[in-house]
């Protein structure tokens, strides 16, 4: 079975009403609980835990991590990154949430600035589905309409994705890039766009769809441990 760690700051829940009421135990608990509604084995882990929940232990028992963050990437230990990173590398699937864009493991697994144009008025989105065959699009259909959300614009500052599986059209007119994978070492990741505090978009079914479809496509597969520096010898050949 997948076991998936669902990471969240938990500030924005605990210190705003608006945030509040939307997820009142937390954004990570309305996400581990349809996680394991479809069959993973699901922990929660929160910035304010020691080590931020996200110890030696817990990682090495982490087979995907889904990350949200806004307001205290800074506080976010660099040691903590460094072990984020180096299980990315060696084959722990990860989903970035939202504002997670700016965390410091996306930004570190990326290597540019992971910057973007936002604006927070409700607007509606408009999901894309571009890439069909994908597995994380499977199920989901052409495209998701999200009546209010936050406006996040192109220019998206990361490199170009492995896969584009979503595009977003917001009612403002600026488009951008929803849903972008990558894989670093013998990982994969995942950038996911909707999701802001204040808006019940972790409650809607099609999207929990798509949060569920990554989780099972960034869950790890087995490869063979390559082997490194120099070799004396060339292979027999046949
Ligand atoms: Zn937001």
């Known amino acids: 079975m997948t076991t998936v760690t669902v990471w969240n700051e938990y500030r924005h829940e605990r210190a705003d009403d608006a945030a509040r009421d939307v997820y009142p135990d ?15 084995d699901v922990r929660t882990a929160t910035l304010d835990e020691p080590e931020h929940g996200l110890t030696e232990e817990v990682l090495d028992d982490t087979d995907v991590l ?20 180096e299980q990315v590398l060696s084959g722990m699937g990860l989903l970035v949430l939202h504002s997670g864009h700016f965390s410091k493991i996306f930004k570190r697994l990326m290597g540019t600035t992971c910057d973007l144009k936002w604006r ?22 052409e495209c998701i309409e999200i009546p209010e959300t936050e406006m996040y614009g192109e220019r998206f500052d990361v490199p170009a994705p492995d896969a584009l ?13 929803s849903g972008c994978c990558y894989r670093r070492g013998a990982g994969r990741i995942f950038y996911f766009r ?11 079914p ?19 441990e390559p082997s490194f520096g120099n070799v004396p010898e060339p292979p027999e050949s046949e």
Do not use: C, M
């Open 26 to 40: 937390g954004i990570h608990e309305t996400i581990a609980e349809f996680l394991e509604d479809r069959g993973f």
């Open 66 to 85: 889904t990350w949200w963050g806004h307001e205290a990437h800074d506080e976010v230990e660099n040691e903590v990154v460094e072990r984020v990173h």
């Open 120 to 141: 927070d008025e409700g607007e509606k989105e408009r999901l894309w589905t571009v890439e069909p065959g994908h597995p994380i699009a499977e199920g989901v259909g």
């Open 165 to 177: 599986v979503f595009t977003s059209w917001f009612e403002g007119g600026e488009v951008f890039r």
């Open 194 to 204: 909707p999701g802001h505090e204040t808006y019940p978009i972790y409650h809607r």
């Open 206 to 224: 099609e999207i929990q769809r798509v949060v569920t479809n990554a989780t099972a496509w960034a869950s790890p597969v087995e490869i063979s």
